[in-house]
Every structure is written in C-alpha cells, then in structure tokens.
RNA sequence: GCUCCCUUCGUCUAGCGGUUAGGACUCCGCCCUCUCACGGCGGCAACAGGGGUUCGAGUCCCCUAGGGAGUACCA
C-alpha cells in the first residue's frame, strides 16, 4: 500500500509555525516511504476563510519548498459530495435531523455544567422527528451509545475512549454546510489517505472520526498525533513571541533549510545529530521517534541554526539569498562591492540575512559621523603619521586585493614600529566609521579603493582637528 | 466539571532496568586573534513529588501535583 499523507490547514488564519512543523513532519514521513503527499484547503467556514491565506499557505509551503504530488484539494468545491453523505446517513439512520434551538442547546449546557456532570448534546432529537415551526435543523452524526474507540496512536500508544463520552456531533449546520469533524473523515477517505499526522489539538476529535469512518464503510487511516509547540515561556505561541506567520522568517532572513532543521528537532531527535540536511531527513525520520511532549520555541537556537547553514551555504547561491536585503536597505549595489564577496566577508558573523545586509551598510553607503566612542579610542593623534604613510601606500597599490592591501597594511605598522592592532583597529574605524568589522584586509578590500581614500582623509582630518583642539 | 494527553539541565533533546545521566542552544572562563565573529578547550546546569515492583529504577506500575488539549451550527 502507498503511503499518502495530507496537509490540511484551513485558511482562517496565517500559516504558522506549528501548522508547518505538522506539514513537514507528513511530508517527511511520505517520502520517506516514496509516498505522496497531499494538500488540502479546508475552508468549510465560509466566515472566516480568506483568500490572501489561503495564498499565505501556497506561498509559505513553496517557499520551504514541501511540495505537494498532486492539486490542492479544497473542501468548499466538494460541498455536494458532503451533501451526498448527509442524505445517505439519513437515508440508512446513521444520522439525523435536531431542531433544537441554540438557546436550548445552551440551557442544557449550562444545567449540565451546574451538575457537574460530562456536558454534551443528550441526543434529545434522536427519536424526534418531526419538523419544528421557524426552525432549520441541524443534521447530526448518530455517534454509538456503548463500547470503547481505540486509537492506536503513532506517537501515542494507545488511546481508549469511552462512546459514552462522546455526544452526537452536527455534521451538517442549519445552512446546510458541512462541518469539520465530518468533511475530514470523506475527504481522508476519498484522497485515500494512508497516515494522518496531526497536532495534537485532534487527539480527541478522533474517536468521533473513527466512529464516521465505519459509518461510511470506510477502513480509518493510522494516526499520528504531533505534541504542541509552544512559545519560550511555554505559553501557547502567539504573537507574543516574535514571528508567528512563517513568511516573516522569511523576511527576517533565515533560510529555509535552515527553519526546517530547527522545525524537525521540535519533537524529534536522531540521537545527538543537530544538522540534518534534507535528504538526511528523509531518511531518518521515523514518527516512531517523535516525542510525546509539548516544546518550546527558541528562537536563540533558531538563529544558531540559520548560521550554520549560512556558512556552508555556496557563495553565488548566498549572494543571491541576500540581494533582496542589500536592495530593500536601499544600498546601492552597483556602486559597491559585489554581493559575492560581502557574503564571504560575512558568512561567519551574521546569523540571519538582514543582519549581513545591514551589517554591510558602510560598503554601499557613506556614513556622516565616526561612532564616537570607536572614534575617541582609536582616531587619536598618535596613530596620525601612520595613517598618512598608510594612506599613501594604499593609494599607490597596483592592485586592490586583500593580498595587497594586507602587505601594505603589515608594512606600515613595522615601518612605524607599531602592532598590527594599533593600526589595525584607526583604520577600521576610518573606513567603516566604527569598531568592528570583518578582518582589516577584507573590509577595506570590500569598501574600494575610492571610498577607503576618503574615508583615510576624512578621519585624518578629524585627527588634525582634534589635535589642533587639544593644544 | 467531564474526557484525553504530557512531565530529564533555563530551552531542544539522548537514554529504551545496572551510565561519573550524554549532546546541542544560551550563559561564563581560557586559547586563537588587527576588532567582531568562526573554531578549539573547559565550566554552570536536569530525571516534578510520593508510593510500589525489582538484587537494582530516569527507564515498569499506581497516586499526587503541575502543564496542555477537547468539551462550538471554529478548524
């Protein structure tokens, strides 16, 4: 048998973190066993779906690049095969029409929860079946009164539950539209679904689903049921925490290998292994070794991770992940460096895109001021001499290369009988205008041979002021 | 209230009856070093509590506590 597997999120909101982690999890276990994966938009509530999320989910899933094997199935364009269920389930008993009212409903929510007792539809319209004036009824799904559902979980183990507990669930609203509990039992049957992975949040609805799956004659798919994620304080997620929509990761600048290996040690863990490339993942990933326990979203670690991937992350490839910072920070490229080289200047010191490109800035860009504390530490009168000599040099270099500039820089400090670091650290503040930057050689390489000459002038000129004001 | 699930360092986790309880992130030292990083080395830090079972329990069972989910004409 084929494993299929399926996504179904529904557009009522963005697509998060936890929903991907589940998405990738189902993908990960069908190509792990050469099966396929499915997508499906369940929009049955009208109300609240909206298509820029449903388009959020499109663009989010080809952005991690967890490719579907075939069209999105959306519930909305199925309505009437629910529709066919419904009358059958009547037809056959399996399901009825209720008149109750919703203020009934919740008066006998409300006496219930005063006793004490389990709260759920009594089943009150299960021998009533004559129509009530001024009321469209619901139809609702004739759940089995007596004996145990058991769910041999994935992840779980397994998992009993009384039918007693579970009440008679509608499956089709006063408007005639499907619901979910419902919808997803005829779709997983009909996509033929093999193995649903989901979050955990579904551990209960599965019984009820089960007890459809019979009802329609259908054998159930094996279940998996994914532990929540939660946020770094273990509350639930939410926008407390940072990002919650997956495409602001993609705009903070992680890369989305790089998400994805954080996203799949979330719960599950290939002894002490922390990287895992793709294919790795396919290969090792087994829902048997997912963790049974919420986590925590850190976002520390997150950040750890997109490095490691930056750094190993080939040049052209990298410098092409980082035009569109370089570009939405304003920067010029074309009168700068090549992206190419920022990137190998930076692969080892940025964590995220937006902080490599934004690190990059006095290479695109011509800074006004010297940061003042770098400035009264280092472009002291002292290091003036030097700085002239070294200016001069570099001004009469053949060639402007890191080999080069390097030479020149090495010189000048001997010359002058000085430590790399006593030149080393006047000159970066001169040509980036602050501390810290990539090695000397690199960074004044990557600011040009026009920009460090006006740079070296200007900072040597406000060295001649300053020592002009001191005396 | 009822039903179901969960519980190893701050966080992610390894562990599958006998371990000095391992790794990773974070943090702190040291080394490397022209700054910052990277890298290397070292350190701080955990079996929720209580009962059993067993020669022996982080590992098995029960209870308690604490988290979480569901209990919708949401999904």
Redesign the pocket.
Known sequence: MTVRTRF???P?GVLHLGSVRTALFSWLYARHHGGQFLLRI????R???TPENVEAIFDGMAWLNLTADEEPIY?TARFDRYREVTEQWLAEDKAYHCY???AE?EEM?ER??A???????DGRCRDRHEPREG????VRFKNPVDGVVVVNDAV???????NG?L?D??IA???G?????F??VIDDADMQITHVIRG??????TPRQINMFAALGATPPSFG?L??I?G?D???LSKRHGAVDIRDYRDEGFLPEALLNYLV?????H??Q?LFSMEEMIEYFDIA?V????????P??L???N??YI?VTPTATLAGEVRPYLEELGYDIGGGPDPEAVVDAYR???ETLREMAESARYCYVDFEEFEAKAAKKHLRPVILEPLRALAERLADLDEWSVLEI?AAVKETAAAHEI???KL??P??VAVTGA?????????VCLVGRERTAQRLAKAIAAIEARAAASH
């Not at 006793?115 to 539809?121: C, K």
């Not at 779980?156 to 009384?162: C, K, P, S």
């Not at 963790?291 to 850190?298: K, L, W």
Request: glycine share 10%; with cysteine.
């Open positions: 179904a999120p529904s009522t369940e929009d049955t509530d109300e609240r779906s519930q109750c009212t919703r409903l929510r219930q929860m006793e004490g007792g389990q709260v759920g539809y009321v469209d009824p619901v779980r183990g397994r998992v009993e539950f009384d507990q009440d669930l509608i609203r006063s408007d539209t499907p619901t979910y509990n919808c997803v955990d949040d579904h551990l209960n609805n049921h532990p929540m939660l770094a273990g509350a639930k040690r979330l719960g599950w863990s002894g002490d922390e070794d963790n049974q326990s919420a986590s925590s979203f850190n520390e670690k950040r750890w991770l490095q490691q750094k080892e010191r940025a390097e430590n790399m670091g080393g650290q000159l970066r501390g810290v930057s990539p090695p000397i050689d690199v960074t």
